[in-house]
């Protein structure tokens, strides 16, 4: 029988909440500019998709150093782990593409960005601090100036969708 244990290894506490802290931050607001438009996913699931991505990461850097000395017993493969869990992100971001009766597709922007805040998640929880800044800061003033060029050209305001 395993001893229940709150030890990490390959991080101290003060990191964990670190990055666990910057991912809920820019969840948070990357969700409550979709979610101020009305669109289909509010903040709440982009927070909590982004800390999964996060916790998820540095499980994996737990796991491989947990087991790094063990080869022949267990293979940790953290690009596996990168690979699913975008993927599986990716069926959640489809889910908030509507096409509508009217022959328009509305909510890409929101499945996009619900896509990339799981990959926010990940490189901020692999410890990618600089990458997962650059991709918020991207990611925002896509959502933020995208939305107003759209509305500038096509005269309609982004709420509609």
């Given amino acids: 029988m395993t001893e229940f244990s709150m030890e990490l290894t390959y991080l101290s506490w003060q990191e964990l909440f670190l990055r666990v802290g910057m991912t ?26 982004a800390v999964t991505t996060c916790i998820l990461a540095i499980l994996g850097q737990e796991l491989y150093s947990d087991f790094a000395s063990a080869s022949n017993i267990v293979k940790v493969d953290l690009s596996s782990i990168v690979a699913g ?10 889910g908030a593409i ?40 991207s990611i925002s003033l ?15 305001d982004d709420k509609e969708e």
């Fill in 24 to 49: 809920m931050v820019f969840g948070l607001v990357l969700g409550l500019e979709r979610d101020t438009k009305n669109k289909p996913i509010d903040f709440r699931a982009y927070m909590i998709v």
């Fill in 85 to 94: 869990v975008m993927t599986g992100i990716g069926f959640l971001g489809a």
């Fill in 98 to 137: 509507i096409h509508r009766s009217d022959d328009r597709v509305v909510g890409t922007a929101t499945g996009a960005s619900i896509w990339a805040a799981g990959g926010i998640g990940l490189t901020i929880g692999f410890g990618f601090y600089g990458l997962g800044i650059v991709a918020f800061g």
């Fill in 142 to 156: 896509i959502l933020l100036a995208g939305g107003v060029c759209r509305s500038f050209f096509s005269g309609e």
